[in-house]
């Protein structure tokens, strides 16, 4: 699976593409597939999302995890700062970055 990610242009928030707009949370994302691009380029040039990209992802359990560990730490948070994190529904998400 195929998603979007990148930053709010106007909080520079982590933000994951969900179909339809874009979310905070990486279990909104959808599955852009071949897609991904096109829609990159076009939330990009409207100037909601800065620098969007496609990455690898896998659902398990109904839960979205990015596959690359750099883009499993973005949908966490700071790591240094654990009190900072997002907290996702997903009570293991931690157990992603290990």
């Given amino acids: 699976m195929k998603i979007l990610t990148g930053n ?7 933000v994951w593409w ?3 707009d874009w ?5 909104d994302a959808v599955d852009a597939g071949g897609e ?9 040039a409207a100037r909601r999302v800065n620098v969007p990209y496609a990455i690898e992802a896998e659902r398990i359990d109904g839960k979205v995890r990015p596959a690359h560990i750099k ?4 949908a966490l948070g700071p790591t240094v700062r654990p009190d900072l994190t997002l907290k996702p529904a997903d009570p293991d998400a931690r157990d992603w970055v290990i």
């Fill in 18 to 20: 969900t179909g339809v």
């Fill in 8 to 14: 709010d242009l106007k909080t520079g928030a982590v």
């Fill in 23 to 27: 979310s905070i949370h990486v279990d």
């Fill in 36 to 44: 991904a691009d096109t829609v990159a380029a076009r939330e990009e």
């Fill in 71 to 74: 883009d499993r730490v973005r």
